[in-house]
Each structure stands twice: as C-alpha cells, then as structure tokens.
C-alpha cells in the first residue's frame, strides 16, 4: 500500500490530485486549512482521508504527518500543492500579505517535506511533487509576493533532486498556468476573456490535467524524471529548457 498526502487536497487542483492518485490505487490523505464544511463534503463523496492543520505551520506539519503515518503508513509519495494568494501591487503591499504568502506557498516546503525526508531515505523510495506555477517563472505584476514564493519552489526542487536521487527519491515541480478552478471562474468576466484570449490552445486548463501528470510523476515509471520542471499552461509561457 502507497501513502501520498496531498496538501490543500479537498478543492480545486488538489483535489482532483487526490482523486487522481487514489483512481491510481494510493491510499490518499488531503489536507486542509480553512473550509471544514467542504473538507468533510469531499471525504464523503470520495472516501479520501482528510486531516485539518496549516502546512506553515512547522509543529502542526510534524504532528499531522505523524498521525497520517500512524493511521494509513509510512509516506512514500507527497504532494506539495497547498497555495494561497495576497495580491497587491508591491508599493501598497504589506509585510503581513508577504509573510502569509511566503508562510503558506514556500516555508511548507520545508514543513512539509522535512518530516518525511528521512522515511524515505531509509526506504530508499519516494515521490516528491510540488505544485509551483506560471508566474512563478515568468512574474506577475501584483503578485510580487505569490511569484517570489513559486519561484522558490522551482529552486528548492532542482537542489532538493540532487541530494535525493541516489536514495531512489524523486523530485519534480509542475507549474500550471490558468487552470478552471473556482477561484479563476470568480475572475471578472472580461478579464478571464482576455487571459483565454492570451492562451494559445484558446482555453483554460482542466484540474484533472494537472492530476494525471501528478499521477504520472508518483508512479514507478516515472524514476528516471528527477529536478525537472513541467509547464502545464497551454502554450501561454514556453520556459528555456
């Protein structure tokens, strides 16, 4: 039985993650923050494995994983997608808005990732994924903060590949770009007409895309992909190698 933990898993990207790696036979655990109605809506309606703490949280991160692996079993796969914004042009901005973002979206790399590192060294196995973003690689205006942090994440990944690969852990980042979720369907309509329109295959992304490339990355065939970055943003942004 493989363990993943998907944080930020019962809405939007991770959630349709979840699904996907259970439909690939993991046994799921989705973690959550805020919204405890829509939390226990998605456990009921998937039977995925909910647990509630703030993944910025370094005390809550190690007792949270220390509960999924008593529960369900060591942690072999962990997906790092939990994510919030605070935008703002950087002028205007302040430090609480930087801190939040940075706390949620980068630090939980740490939070998250530090505690089940050294399981899976000793395993000599593991799957790493963490969901970076778009503007992470090209810059947003307005999200000084939000960018800073998913450009972070691409940096942590590629040095935490290297340190990892011959313990037979993988490490890779997906950074999706406009993808149809409820908070971009809350996008005024104008706007979302003009980023479509600044798509090349003229549409939004599905969760469901995002979900069977993370399914992809778990799986034992992917052990060869280690330290890459995968753009998932339908031509929007095309990154140098």
């Not at 190690?62 to 692996?69: D, N, R």
């Not at 810059?139 to 990892?164: H, P, R, W």
């Not at 037979?168 to 369907?185: F, L, S």
């Not at 996008?187 to 939004?204: D, H, Q, T, W, Y």
Request: net charge neutral; charged share 15%; proline share 2%.
């Amino acid at each position: 039985m493989t363990v993943a933990v998907v944080t930020g898993g019962t809405r939007g990207i991770g959630a349709a993650i979840a699904k996907g790696l259970q439909a690939a036979g993991l046994t799921v655990a989705a973690t959550y923050h805020g919204n405890v109605e829509k939390a226990e809506a998605f456990k009921a309606e998937t039977g995925i494995h909910v647990y509630k703490w703030d993944v910025g949280d370094e005390a809550a991160c190690v007792e949270g994983l220390g509960k999924v692996a008593a529960e369900l079993g060591p942690i072999s796969v962990l997906i790092n997608n939990a994510g919030i914004t605070r935008d703002g042009m950087f002028h205007k901005m302040s430090f609480t808005q930087w801190r939040e973002v940075l706390a949620t979206n980068l630090d939980s790399m740490f939070t998250m990732t530090r505690p089940v590192i050294d399981g899976m060294r000793e395993r000599g196995h593991g799957r790493i994924i963490n969901i970076s973003s778009i503007n992470g690689q090209k810059g947003q205006m307005g999200q000084a903060n939000y960018s800073a942090a998913k450009a972070g994440v691409i940096g942590f990944t590629k040095a935490l590949a290297q340190e990892n690969a011959r313990k037979g852990i993988t490490v890779n980042a997906i950074c999706p770009g406009y993808i149809d979720t409820e908070m971009v369907q809350a996008v005024p309509e104008k706007v979302l007409e003009s980023i479509i329109a600044g798509i090349p295959v003229g549409r939004l992304g599905k969760a469901e895309e995002i979900a069977a490339l993370c399914a992809y990355l778990a799986s034992d065939a992917a052990g060869f992909m280690t330290g890459a970055v995968l753009t998932i943003n339908g031509g929007q942004y095309i990154a140098n190698g």
